[in-house]
């Protein structure tokens, strides 16, 4: 048996490893079926209908029995042309799409082409459903799988098992793809100035640590999370780690096969406890590994500055908490479980030893006014965030902030939502607040216009860098009418203006 698995695009020039994909593809291999991946973003990053022709030309020489997809449910639009496409073209090839795509079951199964969906993990529920349709017998009893029976109801059965021993699975099939195009360089996705990191000498450690070669990528080491924010579309239950002997094995793996010395841990939370960080930490530097590395999830109740210490010193050169407000309201009505105090003491102090730490906002939920947007302003300065990624919460399916925007009628039609949201995430596109359109639409405008006078304030450089900002918002302006390549070009040099925003 043959399977096409397809990584959809949530969102064009989002060019990631398609991490689930690769662990799907391990799982085929051990059933003793043949995967092969399909990029589209990587032959056409702009999606301009060249991928949604290529794939055409993969399935008649390729030849497979099955089609796979996976994405988030911003993926639906690039999924929808593509299984239409298909089943169009070859009807009798199964397509089943997967991983937090399945949040949007109801609209594959009817709207698309899909004709099963798997929901949560693949790892007991795709093997056998994979043997079922290679005997030709019905799949409809199996758990974790939705699709249309044969009276033509939409049907989603229990839940999945998880599998206990993520040990137990193999590393990612990373001979599938072309590995390399997914490498990312720390000089490009990072601010390396002595303004976002504290001092010049902590960017000089960091430059030493990284290296000649500042190439990395994404690895798990754990799946879940001990909490569950309001704008979280996790589709798995409690928190699992692979071990600490895993985590090396793997990282060593992809040293000695690819050469690759940095990588960013990308699990939601990578310290649910401090103990299992300690234990990483005496892994890494027991293997002798010469690595760096950056956490893409942490909490900042689950750490001290003994522990951060502890993480620079085995090549932990960033550390990003998800402090998403400087609202105590808002913090509680994310369910983040901690205070504003607590993002303040830990960001601050992981930005004094010499870690970067941006801190990551997001802004119009419920329960948000000007009054806690003006506090979120006032914690932004209190940690001179230089460097922040600033996003208006977009409510997706099956999300816990779900109920509310279905209780509100706030959605009324979900296909075209999830192309804006594929299109323009982050941008205010839904108001869940209690405010006008023009005052909810204005903060985001309110904070970067606060956070730049504060740095021009704080570091005295208004003249030097009036320039810069006229040059900037002249560059909104153009940017509309710009080809792929220019505004590409001229969204690598705004990233060199500070304040770097994200």
């Known amino acids: 048996m043959k399977v096409l698995l397809v990584n959809a695009p949530s969102r064009r020039f989002s060019l990631v490893p398609p991490l689930g994909l690769l662990q799907v593809g391990a799982i085929l291999e051990q059933c003793a079926k043949t995967p092969l991946i399909y990029d589209p973003l990587l032959h056409d990053p702009g999606m301009n209908d060249i991928g949604y022709q290529q794939i055409k030309k993969i399935i008649s020489e390729f030849k497979p029995d099955i089609i796979g997809y996976g994405g988030i449910a911003t993926s639906y639009g690039s999924v929808k042309k593509f299984s239409q496409i298909i089943k169009n073209e070859y009807p009798g090839l199964i397509q ?66 998880q599998i206990d021993n993520l040990d137990s699975i193999p590393f990612p099939a990373y001979h599938l793809v072309d590995l390399p195009r997914y490498f990312r360089h720390i000089k490009d996705s990072m601010n390396l100035t002595k303004e976002n990191i504290g001092s010049q000498e902590h960017v000089n450690h960091i430059l030493e640590r990284i290296g000649d070669d500042d190439r990395w990528i994404e690895v798990i080491t754990g799946r879940g999370c001990t909490h569950r924010c309001l704008f979280c579309y996790r589709h798995m239950k409690g928190i699992r780690y692979h071990s600490p002997d895993y985590v090396v094995r793997h990282i060593k793996f992809l040293r000695e096969k690819y050469g690759i ?80 105090e607590q993002n303040k003491e830990i960001t601050k102090t992981t930005k004094s030893l010499g870690i970067s730490c941006p801190v990551q906002i997001v802004i119009g939920s419920p329960k948000e006014t000007s009054e806690t947007v003006r506090e979120t302003i006032q914690f932004l300065k209190d940690v001179d965030a230089f460097e922040y990624s600033l996003n208006y919460l977009i409510p997706l399916p099956e999300t816990p902030i779900w109920s509310y925007v279905e209780e509100k009628k706030l959605i009324p039609d979900l296909e075209p939502y999830l192309e804006k949201v594929a299109m323009y995430g982050g941008q205010p596109l839904v108001n869940l607040t209690q405010v006008t359109d023009r005052i909810w639409k204005s903060w985001k405008t309110l904070i970067r216009k606060e956070m730049r006078l504060d740095y021009l304030k704080k570091n005295r450089r208004f003249f030097k860098y009036a320039l810069d900002y006229i040059l900037y918002s002249l560059a909104i302006l153009v940017y509309p009418f710009l080809s792929v390549e220019l505004a590409t070009h001229l969204r690598n040099a705004l990233k060199k203006l500070p304040p770097h925003h994200g």
Do not use: W
């Open 96 to 161: 089943v799409a997967g991983g937090p795509l399945s949040s949007v079951y109801d609209l594959l199964l009817t709207k698309a082409g899909i004709d099963v969906v798997v929901h949560g993990e693949a790892e007991l529920s795709l093997p056998m459903l994979l043997s079922r349709l290679e005997h030709e017998k019905s799949y409809e009893d199996i758990p974790g799988i939705s699709f249309v029976d044969r009276n033509g109801n939409l049907r989603r059965n229990k839940p999945a098992e």
């Open 261 to 340: 010395r940095g990588f960013q841990f990308a699990d939601e939370l990578f310290n649910a406890t401090k103990e299992r960080v300690y234990e990483i930490c005496d892994a890494i530097r027991n293997s002798g590994i010469d690595i760096f590395f950056t956490i893409g999830g942490a909490r900042v109740d689950r750490i001290d500055e003994n522990l951060i210490r502890e993480l620079k010193d085995v090549g932990c050169i960033e550390i990003s908490y998800g402090q998403e407000s400087g609202s105590d309201i808002i913090l509680k009505e994310y369910r983040k479980g901690v205070t504003v």
